[in-house]
């Protein structure tokens, strides 16, 4: 199927993809922040700048977009249909490089959270923000976990 806007439109539209201060994350961070959580933002001290970063917590939480960071087995994520190899490549690149860079916060000694995109919907929103700051607040075991919800 041949793509609906031109190759000028199309790279318009891809240069305003931003990778910091998405929706995603704004909700994320203003809901830390009424919660009574102080952080910080894209800390470029640890490996890949992490979305929010808790000092006093020895925690990062990272805020994943469905398609960019490929959530596999999710209707929320879906393979584009042309130049299919090429965006396997590409987004199969991002997830190595997301568990690359996890490895290294969690051997730095801090606890990682992720929080997809799709959990961040108006259905499960409360529950995932929730579960969040339990998280955050009372740390378990596991230093890698991801919030689901839904």
Known sequence: MADVHTKETRSFNMSRIRDKDTKPEMLVRKYLHAQGLRFRLHYPG???????????????????????????????????????????????????????????????????IVVWECELKSICRATTLNQLVKQITRPNDEVIMEISSC
């Open 46 to 112: 640890l490996p890949g700048r992490p979305d929010i970063v808790l000092p006093r917590h020895r925690t990062v939480v990272l805020v994943h977009g469905c398609f960019w960071h490929a959530h596999d087995d999710k209707p929320c994520f879906r393979l584009p249909s042309s130049r299919t190899e090429w965006w396997q490549r590409k987004l199969g690149h991002n997830k190595a490089r997301d568990w690359q860079q996890q490895r290294e916060l969690v051997l730095l000694g801090w606890r990682v």
